[in-house]
Structures are given as C-alpha cells and as structure tokens.
C-alpha cells in the first residue's frame, strides 16, 4: 500500500471514510443526487440496475448520510442526504417495483426519515403520497388484497411492514387498513412464508439462490428446486413470521400470533441443535447442512424473528432460540473463518455487518456485554478489511455472490456495500457513546430498540 492508504482505527472513523467512497460515486443532476452502485473504474456492481432502491441505491444511502451527520454534527451530511431525497421525489413515479428492499416502499421509508431530520415536510408529503399509492395499487388475491403474490418479506410481507411504518410516522390511515387486511390473507395460510423453488435470478438478496419476481432476470445461478422451501427472512417463513408477530403486538388480534407460532415452529423443526447452539439451513429438504449465518437467510435474520415473538408474547422459549442462535454464531468463529455458509462477504445482507447489527441489538435489548464485545470483534474485523489504497475512502470488495467466490465487487449501497456498512458501525459507536442520546435510523424489520435506556 502507497503512503496515500486510507486507513481508520475506530467505527465512527470507517463510517466518514466510506462516506467519503460513496460520495467519489456521486452521479448529480442539479440539485438531485444518486450514487453508482460501483464507481470503481470498470467495476461491476453487485446489483447495478437499482438507483433509487434501499437494498442497493440512493434509499439507502440517503439513511446513511442522515445517520452520519447525527453521529458527526457536519450538516454537509444533511446536504447529501437532501439531494438524494430529492432524487427520489423526481424518481418515485417511475417505480414499478413496490417492495421494500427493491422498490417504492423502501423509498417512502426513506423519505419520511429525510423529511423529519431535515425538517422538510415536502419530502414527508411526498413520502405520505407515495405510501397511499402503494395501498391503492393492492389487488384481490385469495384471502384478501396482495401485491406480488409472496407473502415473504421480499414482497408482500415488506410492504406490509414499510406501510405499517408509514401509518406510525405518516399518519397515513389507508395503509394501515390495507396492511392488516393483507396481513389477515398471509395469517390464513398454513404454513406462512414457505416460498418453493424460483427461477434463477440475478440480484437477490444472498445473491444466488432465487429471486421475487420483481427481480426474475435469468442469470447463471440455479434456481432452489421446485419442492425446495426456505426457512430463512428475506425469502422465507421466518421473515413472514416476524411481520405476523408484528401485526400482533399492533393489533392484540389471537391469529396473528397463531399463525407467527406456526411459523416458527416450522423453523425450529428444520433447524440443527447442538448443545446450546442452533443454526437454520438454507432451504429444506435438499441443503440440511448449508447453514447461512447472515441476515437474508441465515441466524442473523432468524434470530429478529424470534426476538420479535418475545417482544410482543414474552414466551421465555423465545427468547432461548435468540441465544442460541447468536451462540451459534460466535461458535463458528466467524468471521475470521470462513464456513459455506459465511463466505467471503462484508455487506448487510449476507455478511459481517448483518452480524453486526444483530449483536448490536442483542446487546441494546439485553445489555450483555458478550454481545456488546462480540459487536467490537465484527467491527474490528470489518475495519481491518476495508480498502482504501486509492486514498479516496473506505470500500468492501467481497464476492457477493457465493456460487462465484472469484467475483469479486466493491458497492456503495446499504444492504449490499459501504452505506449499510458503515451504518452499522455508526451503531455499534452509538452503543459506545449512549451519553450522547443520539438518533439512530433502524429499518423495519429491526426489532431490537436503538438504544440502552438505562444508559441515557
């Protein structure tokens, strides 16, 4: 490395210097901004054709740079995000896609969090506007109004959850209706969130198994087999079943909670218990011993949906399937080893800041210091893989995609590259700091609180 290495020794130090990548990637047209996926010279992006979304595009990034100017007082974070917000406003129309992650409902997430940091009640009318669009747009689906048709958190579930959280900071009383009556369709079926084999896809969450159809275009991975079903959150029952438990600490309605223990009785029977340790396979029957240990299909998202059923029913069994998780996690020695279901990958999605985020959290909800300490050894690894020969900031090359361990790609999004990245290091240093009290942004399908409250 040349004397113009980029280098950072604490996480509020990686988090202003991926800020300073993604704005190296900074695409303007006048007063709006987006970011490349990839402003490597002749880079790939992971996921490059999402500008707008909060997986891969500006949605995302907009929360990162609000998050940083909290966490630094700089209000030329505050400008960043401004002009990436306003990108959205001029985009949102445009957007097919209504889910949370890929589509319209991450941006009106996004928006209300730009319209209330910034003070700005246009990018809130806008955000308001566009979530009565997404309601307007359900459709009749057996048992009640839908929009994909999947009830996971890759489609419906998600927008359900994106319009739960635009009825709480919106006060858009159409979405919550329309939410619970889809929400009502998904608690009736049998087994919520069991999604069968897809076609292959590029640019799904874990990038390689399978994709919502919003996302379907060919690529050369193979698809689950048809009678294949995933346990797991993004694409699975758990996902599904941390929404309906969601709908019950809501609404106190008895079959929201029936059908989330269905759910999660399906995923404990799948799972490998060993001791005091649990891990989930990645899909069933065919990959019993492929245990992804990230957020989209691994312990990390699993374990929120079990959280979420203690927060709202308070079963202490729950709870002991959250600590079996996270024990599984710190057991497997990830991520200074490598397992196959924990590749070479960094991202919020299917890597070492997905982990990040859950021990963070377990620690904000518990207050064990194990968590808090695992937390500081995730973001210590993450901080010594980070990139910065160029001299222009900090990035992640990782190969996102398991099934091409060679491919390797440096993104600027938040559930894929350093925008996510560095959004869970700036929560790991609010967990360090809590004297400061300050705001942090979680998404929502984050059930842990922000915060310590009897550190504040």
């Known amino acids: 490395m040349g004397s113009d290495t980029t280098r950072a020794h604490t996480p509020l130090d990686a988090a202003i210097e991926a800020a300073r990548w993604i704005r190296s990637a900074a695409v303007d047209d006048g007063s709006r901004r987006h970011w490349a996926a990839n402003p490597d010279h002749g880079g790939r992006a992971a996921v490059p054709a999402e500008p707008a979304s909060l997986y891969a595009g500006a949605a995302g990034i907009v929360l990162f740079f609000l998050e940083l100017a909290a966490a630094t007082g700089d209000e030329a974070y505050l400008e960043d995000a401004r002009a990436g917000a306003r990108y959205l406003v001029a985009t949102w129309r445009d957007q097919a896609d209504l889910t949370l992650y890929h589509g319209l409902a991450g941006t009106v997430v996004a928006l209300a969090e730009a319209g209330w940091a910034l003070g700005d009640a246009g990018f809130e009318e806008e955000a308001a506007t566009a979530a009565a669009r997404i ?18 958190q890759r489609g419906d579930g998600g927008i359900v959850l994106g319009l739960l959280r635009a009825a709480t900071a919106l006060g858009v009383r159409a979405c919550e209706e329309v939410a619970l009556e889809a929400g009502g369709r998904i608690a009736a079926l049998a087994v919520p969130g069991h999604r069968f084999g897809a076609p292959p896809a590029a640019g799904f969450p874990g990038g390689d198994e399978a994709a919502p159809p919003a996302v379907r275009s060919g690529g050369d991975r ?10 797991g959150f993004l694409a699975g029952t758990a996902g599904t079943a941390f929404l309906l438990a969601r709908l019950y600490g809501a609404t106190g309605d008895p079959r929201f909670l029936e059908a989330a223990r269905r759910g999660a009785g399906f995923v404990r029977e799948v799972s490998v218990v060993a001791g005091r340790c649990a891990v989930v396979p990645h899909h069933v029957p065919q990959a019993r011993e492929l245990h992804y240990l990230g957020f989209c299909s ?18 202490p069994g729950d ?17 200074h080893r490598r397992t196959p279901g924990f590749w070479n990958v960094a991202c919020q999605c299917c890597g070492a800041a997905g982990l990040l985020e ?8 518990s207050g064990c210091e194990a968590y808090l300490e695992h937390a500081g050894a995730l973001a210590d690894h993450l901080i010594g893989t980070a990139d910065g020969a160029d001299g222009r900031g900090l990035r992640w090359y990782q190969a996102y995609r398991r099934l091409r361990p060679g491919e390797l790609t440096a993104d600027t999004g938040y559930m894929v590259g350093a925008a996510g990245i560095g959004a869970a ?20 399908d984050n059930p842990f609180p922000p915060a310590r409250l009897q550190s504040l």
Do not use: N, Y
């Open 425 to 444: 290091l700036l929560h790991l240093d609010a967990a360090l700091h809590p004297q400061d009290g300050r705001r942090v942004i979680l998404l929502p």
């Open 298 to 315: 691994g312990s990390a998202g699993v374990a929120r949906m079990f959280h979420e059923l203690h927060r709202v029913a308070g079963d």
């Open 358 to 365: 859950l021990f963070v959290g377990l620690w904000s909800a």
């Open 319 to 335: 709870l002991d399937w959250v600590e079996r998780l996270a024990l599984g996690v710190i057991e497997s020695e990830v991520p």
């Open 222 to 231: 193979a698809a689950l087999p048809e009678d294949a079903v995933a346990p």
């Open 135 to 152: 309601a307007a747009a359900a459709r009749p689906l057996p048992g009640g109004p839908g929009w994909t048709g999947d009830p996971a």
